[in-house]
């Protein structure tokens, strides 16, 4: 059932608030004046004007004035009326508390922030201080997007960053950027240093679900289209991101008298990281979930990949949003939802560090060694729960039973593990025993034995405290259920003494305990000598309802000993809770190796399954690709008759160069230039990961910046058409890409005119060759630019194989030395549908432009043009030369000189000309 499909029901019947009734009334004055409920309600909002304002009220929460008619517009519930305020009618829609997890859900998607204003007292002691007194509430939590804990608000395999960014001047007209982010599911914090020119690809790799910034910074037309692209922003007032107070806020928060211990940060990090912190004391109200400290992301630590290269390779999620389809996707096999947002991670940053990489590769190359103990390995992870999360529940004191229970398999099976892995060599699997076995032994055991197997989601249920775990609980237990057995037995007693064998004792809120017969049987128990025992409380359409002194005081026996019970259920959860988030550090530690561990073995899973192996990783220009495949699209086709078509990729720089090597692929549409291309890229990003790579063999030199340009889109939000973007793209990566780089061009220059396309592509080509000196692969349909590979030495074609069969074209997908003799695009066009009038009339079209091209060729270029560094050389100076001529020709004074001076003069003259071109 949908929310639009349940809500109307429920929002249009009249709530009867029977818990709230003089506040219903209250609420429901027509009169011109201000109801006591709706000046709290007015106070609440006015504190919090940016969020919907949740007001409970028995067992709804209600919206009034705008934020009823945004929430029931949103989430499709009706907005009804509900009384008047200052005379006009107040509009209300509301939502059943025992749903709002889902209605929450909704409306933070769409961007809302939402206040949850809850009653602070019993409606009962509201009563007591008179007839119109309101019940007191206050707002105990604000819901945002970057600040979610629960299960049923967040998705387990996706990590929830709130992230604040934070500006200083940093000279005349520079400013450092500072980037603070904490996933508060979680408790992982971390920052970073950014730049201007860094903040939409850092971004894009952080991946916020919402950004604080200060209105200041959110104003400024420059970066307006950096925030465009986030999905949430809250702009806050300019105090809270000063300098002055940020060191202090964070010594605080960690409970340290100075941070020198986290290590060092930049002050633009600082302020950002206490944005971070103030913003999580404000939207949970002072509760302090368990933050890790800060930690500063080393610079180039990570492979760098713009926002766009991002979104063309389709890392963690495809161009439409989704996971599947993504190298995410592909290459997930993760057991745990903490392996699977470490995953996402690491796929998001890969590293640029040589023995890092080859760390992760050591851990993996284990694994895949040892099947047995990956198995295992795998086998208990699947056990394991999700410990960060249930851990920041707790120390917002928003956890549950399942929660500690969480935490207690969690660390049990971690401390099975580490003795597993005690003998692993590789050394990230030794660190991740290393931490599992740091935690005490005595916190899981105690947790586990506390707990009953399966507990209640809601502590407040009770029952959820194991027996035999407390002697007290147990007593106290045992006279509440006794007190049961006695009801029980009394009522066997009442039958037998009335003769009445319908006789119940039956329970409910008002009577408590009662004796309930037909209305037939009820005069007997109205005479002697039964009298006595029963009074008469109620008469009902069928059944009639006596209670007895018995009962009255098994009431109260019982009543206290469930309470008993109770209460002291929730002192051991409170002592349980108070011993975990006294642990926190340890057990983060230790859900951090659980992942890891998880994203190690199920990487090593993937690498047997789909035969993925082990790179070579080196510090050279190397690029050797043996067999490599595309991890995605060979998935998809793994089905599919004839499969995927494994090839070869070398860019290495060769022996003595001082650059690696460009291949320009041509080849007809359909071949598969774009799927190579990308599994080159994709194979980098996995390597550099810590993945085994999908390849017969690869040796890869550790890539510092990753770009592509690949496919074509309009930006027309931004009024920039596909040509611009891609010239824009197209400009960042010649602007920007080193030595160490890889580059992926695809088809760059083909959204303008022949000539021009042809052109800059041809001289981006050269200035990769000459200037980057990068490792790349150039896809084109311009056929004349492979004509560039005889003066460009480290340039060389490759083409994807077709066959034609009966006219037809058959792509092999297989990429070979050499230049495609033709495009074949005709013959996909007709493969595509185009009617064959057209066909026919393309070929004639076809066949006219080649004999003029034959006329012409291409060759011409190469012989006349010179190459680019040539080109690019300044012209000459002409302007002293000219400078020169001018005073020598004042200095002639043609009547005082003789002929043979006049014809020196001349010659001195013609000397002094300045050479052009
Ligand atoms: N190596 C391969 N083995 C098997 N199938 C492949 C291979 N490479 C590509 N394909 C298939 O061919 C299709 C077209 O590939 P791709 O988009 O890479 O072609 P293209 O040459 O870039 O085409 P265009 O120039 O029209 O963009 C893919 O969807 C895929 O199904």
Redesign the pocket.
Known sequence: MTVADACPAETEAPRPAPDDAPEASAARREDGHVTPVMAQFVEIKAANPDCLLFYRMGDFYELFFEDAEQASQALGIVLTKRGKHLGADIPMCGVPVSRAEEYLHKLIALGFRVAVCEQLEDPAEARKRGSKSVVRRDVTRLVTPGTLTEDALLDARRENVLLAVARVRAGEDAFAYGLAFADVSTGTFRVCASSAAALAADLARIDPAEVLLSDALFEEADLRPVWDELPAITPLPRQSFEGAGAEHRLAQYFGVATLDGFGSFGRAELIAAAAIVAYVERTQLGARPALAPPVRDADDATLRIDAGTRINLELVRTTTGERRGSLLGAVDRTVTSAGARLLARRLAEPLTDLSAIRGRHDAVGHLVEEGALAAALRRRLAAVPDLARALSRLSLGRGGPRDLLAIGQGLEEGLALADALRAAPPADLARCAAALARCEPGLARDLRAALVEAPPHLRRDGGFIAPGYDADLDATRALRDESRRVVAELERTYVEATGVRTLKIRHNAVLGYFVEVTAQNADRLREPPHLATFTHRQTLAGAVRFTSPELAALESRIASAGERALALEQAIFDRLAERVVAAADAIRTAAEALAELDVHAGLARLAVDERHVRPTMTAALDFAIEGGR?PV?EQA?AKAK????P?DCDLSAPEGAEGGQIWLVT??????????LRQNALIAVLAQAGAFVPARSARLGVVDRLFSRVGAADDLARGRSTFMVEMVETAAILNQATRRSLVILD?IGRGTATFDGMSIAWASLEHLHEINRCRALF?THFHELTALSQRCARLANAT?KVAEWQGDVV?L?EVVPGAADRSYGIQVARLAGLPPAVIARAKAVLAELEAAERAAPAQRLIDELPLFAAARRPPPEAAPADDALAAALDAIDPDALTPRAALEAIYALKALRPRRG
């Open positions: 595309h699209v086709l004839g499969g995927f078509v090839n080849g007809p549409n359909m071949a598969g230039k774009s799927t190579f088809e896809a994807v792509f997908h």
